[in-house]
């Protein structure tokens, strides 16, 4: 690698004096500087500039107030919007979260076959979010599917054509695709707790039950939080997956925000109102990741807001 | 336990433990285990395993038994012919937008960031540093179905619709926030002797970053690449929004497509599933355990 780098401009520079080095020090973070500058903070900003102006996505673009406003805070679909997501958020919450913990603890342990076990849980993480949504849409199918197939009654509905069984199936296979993700994260939080701990509870007598809600549980509070954070503002940008899954439907049934957004803009042709759901999404995003940080007190993990 | 009893049956003195003893143990060892995560752990091996089986075993199956075979059992005389089926559909080309991408974004945006973060590290903490630094954490907030539009229009207007690279810029910006952080934080644990030793023999402050940091980063390095180019390979929106012509397609969008295509092919379907996965799945067996910490890569404990 050496042999590629330039000398860089500011050679006569480099004397210990810490002014001559922090100079091309900070000619190092540009690049990356300029990139994100363009790409990351002019976009955030410019998605509130957009909000009040009036652009097809091809022509000229209008400014026109609060128009775009107007038209998405009085259009019903945004409530419904904001409801699904909320259903989805709060629903696959309930289930990823339990059964991340309870798997995640399972793979804390140091036996061979739970670490074999781990090897194919981790499988899931690896799928895109395409390839899974279409492997489920086949699965699922009344007609060509694995119920179908095996002739099972219960299994043979269908499954995407109905507004409650599509929510459902949205959460399951969400679930399917994140409960990997954050049992590696429990994983983590688990191994960290002192074994002291757990022989201490084992000399007072306490049973396994009673060690995993005196001492794990407790122990793993900011893993939680963390996991469920990130679980959270996640689900707010839930977008392929239901886009190919669903499409929002059967009618709006699983249309969340994003798909909102998406339809709004690059169907529709409204990137207005589609700018202004965007800072909808980024707004929830942040005031819901503050909320959850401040019921656990402070933590350095605050801003790890990553789309997941 | 087993090996207690077997020592403790020839020698027969004083010392060797009672069968009650053994049996306490036993009960005592079926009392800690984990019942409740054990029972997690093996159903959620069926709810994980099933699907995948089931696409594998389907997409060796042809079309025309498919549906009138057991969908559970694996097909009596596999056939590659679902998987001919997708290459003819440009799955190569396909492939290697794909490939393009992924190495076009993890490489600069692995480098700029190491850069960034030695920086940020070194740099003694100047004003502009601190700032930039503080502008790339909030970064980490920012998720980029919130920003399209906004990004969408740039591209346009940089004359990039429709071109690979039109995926590959924003796809660098927005790996660069978390590959910053979890860089610096190694570079930080790079003992400062280290760099004191390489200034005192008169290497300059490139030098050291190349020389010095970049070697010993090199685990971060590969857990970061592994990251984002997880999240570059799988990714769908940028693609969906900024490309249209089928030679600019990806992976993703390719299957997606593909099934819209034949959607009553299920077997080709899986077929093409079962394709854009392989790779992965490779790099998986590989490198299990880089793959899994720069999934977790920069989230607290």
Redesign the interface.
Known sequence: MSTVAPPVATRKQQSPAGGGRSFSLNWLVLPALVLFIGFGIIPLIGVFVLSFTQWDGIGEIHPAGLDSWMTVLSDPGLPHALYVTFVVMIASWLVQTPLSILIGVFIAGHQRYRAVLAVIYFVPLLLSSAALAITFKALLDPNFGLGAGLGIPILVQDWLGDSTLAMGVVIFVVSWQYIPFHSLIYQGGVRQIPASMYEAAQIDGAGRMRQFFSITLPQLKYTIITSSTLMVVGSLTFFDIIFVLTAGGPGDATRVLALDMYKRGFQANLMGPASAIAVILVVLGLVIAQLLQRLGGSDATASQLEGA | MTQQTRTAAPTASPYRPAPEDARRLMINRL????????A??WV??V???L??Y??VITSFKPQST??S????LPPTSPTLINYELVIRNNFIQYFLNSVIITVGTIVPAVL??F??A???V???G?R??KF?NS????????????????????IIRLRLYDSLLALI??S???A???S?LVLSNFIRDVPKELFESM?VDGC????T???LA?PLTRPALVTVSIYNG?NV?????LP??LTQSPDKRV???A??TF?GQYS?N?PA??AS?VL??VP??VL?AIG?RQL?SG??A????
Request: glycine share 10%; no cysteine; net charge positive.
């Open positions: 009392k800690r285990m984990n019942w409740a995560g054990g997690a752990g959620w091996l709810i994980v395993v699907p995948i089931w696409i498919y549906f075979t057991n969908p559970l700029l960031s850069m960034a030695f920086a940020i070194r740099g003694g100047t502009f540093l930039s502008l790339l954490l909030l970064g980490l907030a920012i998720p980029l179905q919130a920003v399209i539009i906004p990004v969408y229009l740039i810029l924003p660098i910006a927005f660069i926030p978390l910053v200034r300059t402050e490139w030098g970053m190349w020389r970049f997880l390979w799988n990714g769908f929106l969906l929004i992976l993703p969008l299957l997606w099934q009553i299920v379907v899986l599933v854009t996965t992965i799945l998986y299990r899994l999934l977790t920069g989230f607290g404990k």
